[in-house]
């Protein structure tokens, strides 16, 4: 049960999800339009025991045991990652630091190898493949004159990226369709759960508490909703008055009041479909609203309705029966009238019934 009340409120807040994803889409991809794009470069480097190193094949066993342990390499990523190497790297090029703010650098170790990664970022791709490059000819440089025994070289050096990494357009649109649509599901569920409590409130103002159907105002509104709505097609008002209750009323208790004018109600959904509307008029009379219901066909129902509520009404409850008496008018819209006037219509038309 809980999934399906959620799917139906997913259905009904359809166009929710849907705008939220489009929104969240074209926000990706003029963020991406706007954004300037990054590149990266990166330079690998690679260590090891140094060709002049001069011994036994015992030494040079040592060093390599020596490398495996990982401090050298480590060491070596130090110096590629150095601040002052970089900024004497910036300063042979003959750039500006300043210039240079967007641009970002890292180093890394490759797991299981000695080998190193030196990573440029930044908006210009000539620039970060040189940068990568240079810096880490720059840290070669220092590192030979303080390390003898290990030899640190160039593998691969960077060259220009052509593609930037950042944005991707395609990716972050989808990555922005699925955020939509998860923030799109969460909307439409809460605007559910806070339209179900209004309406749940609003069909409780437009019921009458003791017959438990619609109020005269609400059964008017409905009028004047329906005539604006089917200008061109056929509605009527029927309108049946309990002349039973007239003396009744005041002097029944409010608990039988209740459960007659209900019993009286069922006895109208039994004979009317589910489209017309039942209300209450006043304290002895109902509505009935027949949309697409011509004069005719009008007047045979409220005459069957009639017909009906003429035998004797039982109280289940308290074992007494009551005549209810009534009757009845049917009012019809014709072109060029008002919703006000076929309800005054069809008030007429009932006190002129009730007069014989």
Known sequence: MELKLYLRMIKRGWWIILLTILIATNVALISAYFTPPIYQAYARFSVSPSANLVGSDQDVLNSLEALDKRSIIQTYAEFLNSQSIYEETVKNMGLNPADLTQFTRSTVVLPDANILDLTFEGPDATLVAMLANNTGQTAINHIQQLYKVYDINPLDPAVVPTVPIKPLPLRDAGVAAVLGLVLGLALAIVSEQVRIPLESYRLKASLDPVSNVFTRRYIQHRLGELHSREATEKYSLGLIRLNGLSDLIDTLPANVIQQLLRQVTAIFKKELRG??????????????????????????????????????????????????????????????????????????????????
């Open 275 to 356: 489209n017309d509307m039942i209300g209450r008029w006043d304290d002895t009379t109902f509505a009935i609203v027949l949309p697409k219901t011509s004069e005719e066909a009008a007047a045979r129902t409220m005459e069957r309705i009639r017909t009906t509520l003429c035998a004797p009404i039982e109280l289940v409850n308290y074992g007494e029966t009551i005549q209810v008496s009534p009757t009845v008018s049917v009012s019809s819209f014709h072109d060029g009238e008002s919703a006000h006037y076929v309800a005054e219509q069809a008030e007429f038309a009932l006190e002129r019934s009730g007069a014989h």
